[in-house]
């Protein structure tokens, strides 16, 4: 793969917000770059800092040291009008724009080229119906914002982005308030966005599912590891999902699923068989919520209850005494043990 082209770099970046001679340093010395054709998902717990970031990467709050460029020009030097061309920003906000057509506002987005009054020419025109076909919205192109759902804002709000022809797009949850189809789709739009028409897409998200599956690079923020950054397969296997919820011991990331689950209290010990891997996975969910270490066949001499799943409605349940029942359901076999 060549090298992509930088498109945003902070180097000992400290952001935060100064009020007067009040200042609160939210990160200090932050250093990452962000790349043309790739999608980067933002994580953090709450209050990590991520809008703080995502702000002052859309110039809309200053940084309060360090180097921040934006295609190898500080920041700090870009016009208002240079910004708008540069940078496409989408905020989570559910009343957006209702009394507008869809196709009105995702015009808007002309504004930085033909000014608030400015008339749309036919390379506007072709711009805002490319974008609307992009984000497959087009069909709703004579809609009402107020008649959309929540999702479909979402697009509209992306495709205004789009047309800005910004070569970077910052979102602030922009799957927050969507239902897991219209979040699958939304992610999957905006991967293929930051390919097809090489943009640099970053956006932050509380949904780790997605932004495991479709996200090219992490940036993990946290309060104790400051920001580390790196393609979403080297954090996770370098155990660096952990430092995202580092406050709360009990929380664990599921390397071999790629999610986060309270840490397992295994009050008791069970061994654990089945030769198929998803009977293996659900049996152990049910175990572990019931307070049960699961251990594998060969690893105990003890005398140990042992479950073996055979099917979903074979579950042999043989106790420290060797009796064993056959259970057709988790229903029947968690009432008993
Ligand atoms: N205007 C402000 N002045 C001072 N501190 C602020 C201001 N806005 C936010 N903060 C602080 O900055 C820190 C980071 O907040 P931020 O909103 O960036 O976190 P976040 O990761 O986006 O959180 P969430 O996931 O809950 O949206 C918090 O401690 C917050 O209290």
Request: with cysteine.
């Amino acid at each position: 793969m060549s090298q992509s082209e930088i498109v945003v770099e902070g180097r000992n970046l400290t952001i935060g917000y100064q009020v007067g001679k009040k200042r609160t340093e939210v990160h200090s010395r932050l250093n990452f770059q962000l790349f043309r054709g790739e999608l980067t998902c933002l994580l953090g717990a709450n209050g990590a800092g991520k809008s703080t970031l995502l702000r002052t990467l859309a110039a809309a709050q200053p940084f309060l040291s360090g180097d921040l460029k934006l295609l190898g020009r500080d920041l700090s030097a870009y016009s208002e009008r240079e910004l708008s061309r540069t940078i496409g920003v989408v905020l989570t906000d559910r009343t957006q724009a209702g009394g507008l057509t869809v196709y009105e506002l995702v015009a808007l987005g002309r504004q930085p080229y033909t000014g608030f009054f400015g008339r749309l020419d036919k390379t506007d025109k072709q711009l805002v119906e490319h974008a609307l076909q992009a984000v497959e919205i087009a069909h709703k192109a004579r809609c009402y914002m107020a008649e959309l759902s929540d999702g479909e804002r979402q697009k509209v709000m992306i495709a205004k982005a789009l047309v800005q022809e910004c070569p970077l797009i910052l979102l602030d949850e922009p799957t927050a308030f969507l239902d897991v189809v219209s979040r699958i789709e939304i992610m999957n739009l905006l991967h293929r966005l930051a390919i097809e028409e090489k943009r640099a897409i970053l956006l932050s998200t509380h949904d780790i599912e997605q932004a495991l599956v479709l996200s090219d690079r992490l940036w993990l923020l946290s309060s104790t590891g400051g920001l580390e950054c790196g393609v979403t397969e080297d954090l996770i296997l370098r155990n660096r999902m952990d430092t995202l919820f580092a406050n709360h011991a009990r929380i664990k990331f599921d390397l071999m699923h790629g999610g986060f689950s309270p840490e397992v209290s295994g009050e008791k010990s069970i061994v654990l068989k089945a030769e198929d891997e998803v009977l293996r996975h659900w049996a152990q969910n049910a175990l572990n919520r019931h307070h049960y270490f699961c251990l594998d066949a060969c690893a105990s001499a003890q005398k140990l209850p042992l479950l073996d799943v055979q099917a979903p409605d074979m579950l042999l349940y043989t106790d420290e005494n060797g009796q064993t029942t056959c259970y057709s359901t988790f229903e029947a076999l968690l009432h008993d043990i």
